[in-house]
């Protein structure tokens, strides 16, 4: 009883939205309407992912702020990795493929520029780890490469009149796997260097003592609780999307919705976290969780995604369109701006928001 009336009073307003989860289980199962299933679901999900990112708040306390951002991003990213699985079991290969450049867009752009500004307009300059910073930018850099290969590889049939489509697309499809082993052997060496040979240099220069609210075991339990619910309701929420696009036929680009309203929702948890403690002023800690997840939806979840779509007999390539090389581009080319002398204020914050709702609106427009 006493670690419920806790729950209670440390959980932002926004948790209330758990509340929703058995109105999108009753719609589910009652075959009710798919628009109202999808609204109830996605804002399910969302009050969920705010338990999560609350119950690894508390956890990464016990932690340290390294290991404690690494959690914070892996469990906000266990959300979009149930909601991407999901579509891919459906088929939804585009929107699937989508929705990791909005994780990393999401992430790189929205989340870490809504936090340099939340706490960017109470404490005038903020700090972290200007090493952390080189590396993620670099490792960024290094997803950017990998993305171009696949892409160049289905274009090719148009550069090389050698080249037939279906060549392409095995060729796409061979470098994709190839690529996503390289990928996963990096984020394995980003987390011995981080976590291990010069986990120094992610330390924060100074240390504030704070008291987590929960309990260690309790944290777990809840955590584990809400990551079952999440697997259940994310399911609710594919299923809503699969009727409305292919059944309901909404006005609304498939890629728009992966990019945007599917990476949004994934990346719930880690914004309230990270915009929460920049506002205290531990940049250092949401610098951690922003780029963190980003690096994981880049040198994790993609690759994952890759390897789990051939096993289950519906192949995805890493083979993005344009646009949305051109948006990873471009959050890779402000990030290293702006990130690279290790502080931050409100307005590289505003700028980096910006670029994302300019690309949010190209991918709005595209048929």
Known sequence: MKHLITLRRTLPRVALLVFLVPISFFLFFTKGSSLWLFVTSALSILGLVV???????????????????????????????????????????????ASIT???????????????????????????????AVVNISMLSLTLVALVIPALAQLSPRLDPHFTALMADSMASKISLAISVVLLVIYALSLLF????????????????????????????????????????????????????RVQHIPISELFIGVVIVAIVGNAAEGSVAITVARQNKMEL?????????????????????????????????????????????????????????????????MMVGVYVVFAAVFFIHP
């Open 51 to 97: 338990i999560i990112g609350k119950a690894t708040e508390e956890i990464a306390l016990y932690m340290g702020p390294v290991w404690g951002g690494l959690l914070n991003a892996t469990f906000g990213n266990i959300t979009e990795l149930i909601i991407a699985f999901m579509a891919l079991q459906s088929g939804m290969i585009e929107i699937v493929r």
């Open 102 to 132: 909005g994780s990393i867009l999401g992430n790189l752009l929205l989340l870490l520029g809504l936090a340099m500004i939340a706490g960017g307009l109470k404490h005038k300059t903020q700090t972290f780890s200007r090493t952390g």
């Open 194 to 245: 981080s976590l291990g040979t010069h986990r120094f240099a992610f330390m924060p220069e100074k240390l504030e003592e704070e008291k987590p609210k929960w309990g260690k075991w309790f944290s777990v339990v809840v955590l584990s609780v809400i990551v079952v619910l999440v697997a259940f309701v994310s399911d609710f929420f594919v299923e809503a999307i699969d009727h409305l696009v």
């Open 286 to 350: 949401a610098f951690q969780v922003a780029m963190g997840s980003c690096i994981q939806v880049a040198l994790l979840v993609a690759p994952v995604l890759v390897i789990a779509s051939h096993l289950i007999g519906k192949p995805m390539t890493l083979g993005f369109n344009i646009f949305e090389i051109a948006a990873i581009w471009a959050g890779v080319l402000i990030a290293s701006t702006a990130l690279q002398d290790g502080e931050s204020n409100w307005f590289e914050g505003a």
